[in-house]
């Protein structure tokens, strides 16, 4: 029943898209607030601030709006729309299945609300697909790539609430969505179930990584930003295959070593436990 959401049948049940529409911007207002906690906490805004004068006065290069400009659209391109960073593409595929589907599922259920049109033919499949696409990508990555899981070989069943929030939130939240459309009963045990789920995924960004999807995009672009103008994150910048460096080796065996000396560790999985 993908044609349908429990959004209308809310409504139709007596809750009112205003009230709907108030509980979203609760849910926002939790996430801006709890981002800026967290913040605050770690001060996290004060070292990337202190961090990136620091590293100005490193620069070599100054670059030009245009430059900044370019970097921040290649920032966009590779390190949010394709989450280039990952080396692993079965491990990328899932991170973007669960990015989009989290996106999907939320901005459709914005709008349906906010147009007040929970029947949209074409926004509950949209709606629909993106819980499919949060469901699969969330629990592909819990039992398939959690570094606990992977490269500890601990169980996946060994949950630390704090560690392991945000990533149970978002499988919570999808599922349960999906179990409150499938059962069709607008207002029941499915519906809270949905109610708490997105309540901790939104209300507890402080004690989750919710926020680091905030932080990422600023921290990607000052990466490049760094390597552009030549202050490298303040670190030194000699390569391997420059005279300078090679003479810092203690080991004469690694002096005049290829710069290029294969695989090494990454000839295969990190698998010992």
Same mark, same amino acid.
């Given at each position: 029943m993908?044609?349908?959401?429990?959004?209308?049948?809310l409504?139709?049940?007596?809750?009112?898209y205003?009230?709907?529409?108030t509980?979203v911007?609760?849910?926002?207002?939790?996430?801006?607030?709890?981002?800026?906690?967290?913040?605050?906490?770690?001060?996290?805004?004060?070292f990337?601030?202190e961090?990136a004068?620091?590293?100005?006065?490193?620069?070599?290069?100054?670059?030009s709006?245009g430059?900044?400009?370019?970097?921040a659209?290649?920032?966009?391109?590779?390190?949010v729309?394709?989450?280039?960073?990952?080396?692993?593409?079965?491990r990328?595929f899932?991170?973007?299945?669960?990015?989009?589907?989290?996106?999907?599922?939320?901005?459709?259920?914005?709008?349906m609300?906010?147009?007040?049109?929970?029947?949209?033919?074409?926004?509950?499949?949209?709606?629909?697909?993106?819980?499919i696409?949060?469901?699969?990508?969330?629990?592909?990555f819990?039992?398939?790539?959690?570094?606990?899981?992977?490269?500890?070989?601990?169980?996946?069943?060994?949950?630390?609430?704090?560690?392991d929030?945000?990533?149970?939130?978002?499988?919570?939240?999808?599922?349960?969505a999906?179990?409150?459309?499938?059962?069709?009963?607008?207002i *029941?045990?499915?519906?809270?179930?949905?109610?708490?789920?997105?309540?901790?995924?939104?209300?507890?960004?402080?004690?989750?990584k919710f926020?680091?999807?905030?932080?990422?995009?600023?921290?990607?672009?000052?990466?490049?930003?760094?390597?552009?103008? *030549?202050?490298?994150?303040?670190?030194?910048?000699?390569?391997?295959?420059?005279?300078e460096?090679?003479?810092?080796?203690?080991?004469?065996?690694?002096?005049?070593?290829?710069?290029?000396? *294969?695989? *090494?560790?990454?000839?295969?999985?990190?698998?010992?436990?």
């Amino acid at each position: 029943m993908i044609t349908n959401t429990p959004i209308a049948a809310l409504n139709l049940a007596g809750i009112s898209y205003e009230t709907m529409q108030t509980y979203v911007i609760i849910m926002i207002v939790l996430v801006v607030v709890m981002t800026v906690a967290d913040m605050l906490h770690k001060k996290s805004a004060k070292f990337f601030f202190e961090s990136a004068n620091k590293a100005k006065e490193c620069a070599v290069n100054e670059l030009s709006d245009g430059n900044k400009i370019g970097i921040a659209v290649s920032t966009i391109v590779t390190d949010v729309v394709s989450a280039g960073e990952f080396r692993n593409p079965v491990r990328r595929f899932v991170h973007l299945l669960t990015m989009y589907g989290f996106i999907l599922l939320n901005a459709t259920t914005a709008i349906m609300i906010f147009n007040a049109n929970g029947a949209d033919a074409m926004l509950t499949q949209i709606w629909h697909v993106g819980a499919i696409m949060l469901a699969v990508g969330s629990v592909w990555f819990w039992f398939v790539f959690k570094v606990d899981v992977a490269a500890e070989g601990n169980s996946p069943f060994n949950i630390d609430i704090r560690r392991d929030a945000f990533s149970l939130s978002l499988m919570a939240t999808s599922i349960t969505a999906l179990i409150w459309s499938y059962n069709g009963s607008p207002i *029941g045990w499915e519906f809270l179930l949905v109610i708490l789920s997105t309540v901790s995924l939104f209300g507890g960004v402080y004690w989750s990584k919710f926020s680091h999807m905030f932080f990422k995009p600023f921290a990607a672009y000052d990466k490049r930003i760094r390597m552009a103008d *030549g202050s490298a994150e303040n670190l030194p910048t000699l390569t391997r295959d420059e005279p300078e460096q090679q003479k810092r080796h203690s080991m004469e065996l690694l002096v005049n070593a290829p710069v290029d000396m *294969g695989l *090494g560790i990454k000839r295969e999985a990190p698998k010992h436990y």
